[in-house]
Each structure stands twice: as structure tokens, then as C-alpha cells.
T-cell receptor, first 114, second 111 residues
Framework: DVKVTQSSRYLVKRTGEKVFLECVQD?????MFWYRQDPGLGLRLIYF???????EKGDIPEGYSVSREKKERFSLILESASTNQTSMYLC?????????????FGEGSRLTVL | QKEVEQNSGPLSVPEGAIASLNCTYS??????FFWYRQYSGKSPELIMS????GDKEDGRFTAQLNKASQYVSLLIRDSQPSDSATYLC???????????FGAGTRLFVKA
């Protein structure tokens, strides 16, 4: 069974803290993605990676960075958390080049920045 | 204009009725289209994908695609209370890397 695991379901951080969100997939997928989901705005793409050590900006990369040192792991980093980064963060993975394009999602990490 | 637009709802239908969910997209080069279902507090899961014009049926679900009109729809026949969820329309962009999501339509099926 396919599995995308996000390290923390719920986090509470203070403004200015550095935050790490970890995502691990066991499906040997090349492509991995970080989205944030906010009411009324749907899922918005922050960053994606189409292979190890590769990364591309999505639609809202400001305030975020990512790391992909191993194929199975994709980390999202908030260098200095701000209150407007309070959100649900969803990691997803996908087979490269597949016409299906199906995304497999983790359970999500709900981050609150105080 | 948003890249993928959906009516946010909520859409309320009685049990046993047909629920119709609609979506428009702006990228004319898109070739792959998806419907994800998201229950409250859960992550999205794929329920339908469609790649060519016309209808695609899978059990109680039918996806419809009209590329000329840049329109995708999802029909749910014999709606059940367990179908109550948010339905996300998603489009794989021309480059084939980015999946763009609509804001979702909340569906309530009343028993």
C-alpha cells in the first residue's frame, strides 16, 4: 500500500522560529510536492522536486525553502515563521512521467504560528 | 482569472439524487484532469481522472471533459451521505509537472 508520511500532524510555533516539516514516501516516486491549503483558496503549490537534489518554485515560494537529499524524503523549511504561514501543509508524491499524474498525499501537518 | 475555478458551494442534494459538480480551467494546453475527494480533516484522495473529451464512468461516478470549452464536470449518481465531502478539481499543467487545484466544492448529501 502506498504511503506518504508527514512527521508532525500538529505543530505550534512562535513568530520567528525556524520550522521543519518532513515528508517521507515509500513508493520510490521521483516527484514530490509541498502544498498549503487554506479555506477558500484550495491547495496552492509551494515547491516541488522532480528528482533528488532538484527543486523548483511553485506558485507561492516566498518565505519557504526545501531540501531533497534523498529520493524518499522532501523537507519544507520555514526560515522565520510568520503568522500568515499558519495553515495546513500537505506533502504529495507522484511517479515521474506518468500520464496518470495521480498525486498521493500525506495526512497533512497543521501549523499554527503565534 | 483563477487557473482552475469551481463553485465553492455548499451543494446540498437529497440521498439518491444526482450531484453535479463543475469546473473550468484556463490552460488550453492541459491534457490531464482529476477529481479528488477530501473528507473533513483528511487529505485528498483521487476518485476520477480523465484525459480525452467525452465521458468516463466508474461505478456511481462519471467525469465529463470538454476541452474546447475548457470544462470538466463530475456527476455522482445515487448520492449517499458518505459522499458528503469537498470535491477538488485538479488540472495538470502544460509542462506536465504542476497540478493546479480549484478551491473545491463542498457537497452535502441529506439522508
Amino acid at each position: 500500500d502506498v504511503k506518504v508520511t508527514q512527521s508532525s500532524r500538529y505543530l505550534v510555533k512562535r513568530t520567528g522560529e525556524k520550522v521543519f516539516l518532513e515528508c517521507v514516501q515509500d513508493m520510490d516516486h521521483e516527484n514530490m510536492f509541498w502544498y498549503r491549503q487554506d479555506p477558500g483558496l484550495g491547495l496552492r503549490l509551494i515547491y516541488f522536486s522532480y528528482d533528488v537534489k532538484m527543486k523548483e518554485k511553485g506558485d507561492i515560494p516566498e518565505g519557504y525553502s526545501v531540501s531533497r537529499e534523498k529520493k524518499e524524503r522532501f523537507s519544507l523549511i520555514l526560515e522565520s515563521a510568520s503568522t500568515n504561514q499558519t495553515s495546513m501543509y500537505l506533502c504529495a508524491s507522484r511517479i515521474a512521467g506518468a500520464n496518470t499524474g495521480e498525486l498521493f498525499f500525506g495526512e497533512g501537518s497543521r501549523l499554527t504560528v503565534l | 482569472q483563477k487557473e482552475v475555478e469551481q463553485n465553492s458551494g455548499p451543494l446540498s442534494v437529497p440521498e439518491g439524487a444526482i450531484a453535479s459538480l463543475n469546473c473550468t480551467y484556463s490552460d488550453r494546453g492541459s491534457q490531464s484532469f482529476f477529481w479528488y475527494r477530501q473528507y473533513s480533516g483528511k487529505s485528498p484522495e483521487l476518485i476520477m481522472s480523465i484525459y480525452s473529451n467525452g465521458d468516463k464512468e466508474d461505478g456511481r461516478f462519471t467525469a465529463q471533459l470538454n476541452k474546447a470549452s475548457q470544462y470538466v464536470s463530475l456527476l455522482i449518481r445515487d448520492s449517499q451521505p458518505s459522499d458528503s465531502a469537498t470535491y477538488l478539481c485538479a488540472v495538470l499543467n502544460t509542462g506536465g509537472f504542476k497540478t493546479i487545484f480549484g478551491a473545491g466544492t463542498r457537497l452535502f448529501v441529506k439522508a
